[in-house]
């Protein structure tokens, strides 16, 4: 899986390039996002404008990514799509778990401010 990687200050802006994370690829995201994690990556801002489906072996590589940088850091996500945003509202992931914004200016700005 292709991911395209941008420093902005503390924060790493990623963004995966398929249309899908599901089970083919989520593996292979996760493993990813583990490396940029240990490259001493903590700010990560995932941008999802490309991801058009999400299954839930997806939201388990997402999860996962979350609970690798714990407290040390922090994960936002956004440009999330409307079939995307019914996955994560139905699974109430929206609500407490993740931190969502509707675009990089909004998700960049909520990192600074604490990283």
């Known amino acids: 899986m292709d991911i395209e990687t941008k420093k902005e ?3 790493l802006l990623a963004k995966p390039l398929s249309g899908r ?3 083919g690829n989520a593996p292979e995201f996760k493993s990813h996002m ?9 700010y990560i801002a995932i941008d999802l404008s490309e991801v058009e ?3 839930s072996s997806g939201l388990s590589a997402l999860l996962s990514t979350l609970k690798t940088i714990g407290d040390r850091g922090r ?5 999330i799509c409307p079939n995307v945003a019914k996955l994560f509202s139905i699974t109430r992931l ?3 778990v993740f931190e969502i914004h509707e675009d990089r200016k909004s998700a960049i700005q ?3 401010r604490v990283a």
């Open 9 to 11: 200050g503390a924060v």
């Open 21 to 23: 994370l599901d089970a």
């Open 34 to 42: 583990v490396d940029y994690i240990l490259q001493d990556n903590m």
């Open 53 to 55: 489906f999400m299954d």
């Open 75 to 79: 994960l936002v996500l956004f440009g």
């Open 94 to 96: 929206d609500r407490g």
């Open 110 to 112: 909520s990192m600074n």
